[in-house]
């Protein structure tokens, strides 16, 4: 009878040690996932600010949408005024 009990309890520990070290393990592939998402969203960041200057097609494409966000911002408002109070 004791005998089975120290059995189950070895047993038990086991179980609870590959239970600790699979959320272990969970918990490494989580924060690995986030910092290489974090190196992937650096590197795309670099990329464009490289891609986006000199001369071609992609750097007068982000030119232009610079232009527009400056327009817009400057006019937004402007129509809101003239819409809401006027």
Known sequence: MDGGF???REQEVQRQAAVTEA???SIR???QSQLAGGYALMAGT????????GRGVFPAIVHGA????IAFAFLVPNYLVWSLLL
Do not use: N, Q, V
Request: hydrophobic fraction near 50%; include cysteine.
């Open 46 to 53: 670099m990329s464009f600010g490289e891609a986006s200057k």
């Open 6 to 8: 120290i059995m189950s």
């Open 29 to 31: 592939r989580k924060e």
């Open 66 to 69: 610079k232009l527009l966000c």
């Open 23 to 25: 959320a272990m393990a």
